[in-house]
């Protein structure tokens, strides 16, 4: 049995792209029409940035709504699109707990965050080492993970902790 929990539509993060998107698409714009009579290559140049950047912040948002984290009888399989990515067996789950007032272990050896924006709500402690893969970071093992999920109750359940 298999089943998924998305870590996005608590987060806002879907707000915040197309705020990104807005602001970059306006200043694209405005920056072109500046620099194209006089500097014709670098106005086409900060219109490829532009619209680069545009499609990168779209492609982010899909991946992170369709590939969603998934829990089966053998294991859980956290994404956050292709930005992080971990696998861990459930026998390795050790504990899952509210954030504490202290707030978020940040530094802690072994402690990775795992949201798609803001600050975690819920702490997931490992047994064991498990490989966390990152975007623009080298492989790395932690046994604690900062998460938001949009159904923590679904997923409390589905663990049985």
């Known amino acids: 049995m298999s089943q998924r929990f998305t870590l996005h539509e608590r987060s806002g993060y879907g707000g915040v792209v197309v705020a990104l998107v807005l602001a970059v698409v306006v200043e694209t714009t405005a920056v072109h029409l500046m620099l194209a009579q006089h ?12 619209l680069s950047s ?3 912040l779209v492609r982010d948002y899909q991946a992170i709504r369709r590939l969603p984290s998934e829990l089966t ?4 399989h956290l994404r956050l699109g292709r930005r992080k990515e971990l696998r861990v067996s459930r026998a390795d789950i050790r504990s899952l707990e509210a954030l504490p007032a202290s707030g978020e272990p940040r530094g802690a050896p072994g402690y990775a ?7 975690p709500e819920l702490l997931l402690h490992l047994a064991r080492p498990a490989r966390l893969t990152e975007m623009y970071r080298p492989p790395r093992d932690v046994t604690c993970l900062g998460v938001t999920l949009d159904d923590e109750t679904g997923f ?3 663990l049985g902790l």
Do not use: C
Not at 39 to 50: D, K, N, P, T
Not at 73 to 76: G, Q, R, T
Not at 113 to 119: D, I, M, Q, Y
């Open 39 to 50: 500097h014709a290559i670098l106005a086409a140049v900060s219109f490829v940035l532009g």
């Open 54 to 56: 545009v499609v990168w």
């Open 73 to 76: 009888d053998a294991e859980l």
């Open 113 to 119: 965050r795992f949201t798609a924006l803001g600050t």
């Open 156 to 158: 409390r359940a589905a």
